[in-house]
């Protein structure tokens, strides 16, 4: 039997069955890893309060400082707090800062996006120029100036995290409907006179959600760093309410004295961040429509 036989014809391959998402996410080594490391922080975030763990506000003055050991793995804290616990609590704070952050980008710059695409002329000018406006301040800068505006709070710094993102949404969805509304289904659309309105919401929004999502994954690595970078300044979650960023701050005192107080909560961190970039790496590269 020669080569040409054995080998499959380009006809059944076409022929072949795709397969689903979640089969290329798993065959995605980038997607499984960050997946992995994603759920582990979720399911420490839902999990904190049914675990046997200790008070993460209860200070134990008998117990401050304490170096890490069988009874406190990472060590205590300045207040005798075991780290353990208010580390497991600060995944909470830090996970909600990433999920509302990015449903505030998208609930507000999806739509100023589909309406900057969609009708151009000056609604996209008055749009873009906006956008650009805010584009031009750092990020970091710019979260916390309306953090600052806003007060020092988690709820107030997820608010501030979600509003300094918003450009980014509304550039991504604007290039992704100005490319989709030249396509032949679009002009269809408009030929058989569907409205402005159905023609956004069921043709061109469902082909611009694949780089949103992607977006929204990476975004989220960026929002937890963000929260990190908030309260470590004093301008997101307060004390004695335990967060990743403000046990950092409180840890910078003590560095000599108990340099175990700031590992746990970079590790934290960085295995986080790392986590949803994997993640979205290899979202990008399952959803990419070039690559299947």
């Not at 998208?106 to 996006?113: A, E, R, T």
């Not at 301040?137 to 918003?166: D, E, H, K, R, Y």
């Not at 409180?250 to 934290?268: D, R």
Request: with cysteine; net charge neutral; charged share 15%.
């Amino acid at each position: 039997m020669t080569a040409t036989e054995t080998a499959p014809s380009a006809a059944e391959t076409s022929l072949r069955p795709r397969p689903g998402l979640f089969t290329r996410l798993a065959r995605n080594r980038s997607a499984l890893i960050g997946g992995t490391v994603v759920l582990a922080f979720v399911l420490m975030a839902l999990l904190a309060p049914l675990l046997p763990l200790a008070d993460p506000l209860k200070s134990n003055f008998l117990a401050i400082r304490k170096p890490p050991s069988e009874l406190y793995w990472f060590g205590t804290d300045e207040l005798g707090r075991d780290q353990v616990s208010r580390l497991f609590f600060g995944a909470q704070a830090s996970l909600l800062a990433g999920i509302m952050s990015v449903l505030i980008a998208l609930g507000i710059g999806v739509p100023f996006g589909l309406l900057a695409g969609w009708y151009g002329g000056w609604v996209d000018a008055a749009i873009s120029r906006v956008a650009e406006a805010m584009l031009a301040c750092p990020f970091l800068i710019l979260a916390i100036a309306f953090a600052a505006v806003l007060g020092p709070s988690l709820t107030n710094a997820m608010i501030a995290i979600g509003l300094s993102a918003v450009p980014i949404f509304v550039r991504l969805v604007r290039g992704q409907v100005m490319s989709v509304k030249a396509e032949d289904f679009v002009e269809g659309a408009r030929a058989v006179g569907a409205r402005d309105l159905r023609i956004v919401l069921r043709h061109i929004l469902p082909n611009t959600m694949s780089p949103i999502v992607v977006q929204s994954t990476l975004f989220m690595a960026q929002a937890i760093i963000l929260e990190a970078a908030l309260s470590f300044l004093g301008l997101g979650q307060q004390p004695p309410s335990p967060s990743w960023g403000q046990m950092l701050n409180v840890a910078k005192n003590f560095m000599e004295q108990a340099p175990w107080m700031s590992v746990a909560p970079g590790i934290c961190i960085f295995l986080a961040v790392l986590g949803f970039n994997l993640l979205g790496d290899g979202l990008r590269d399952v959803l990419d429509p070039k690559e299947n």
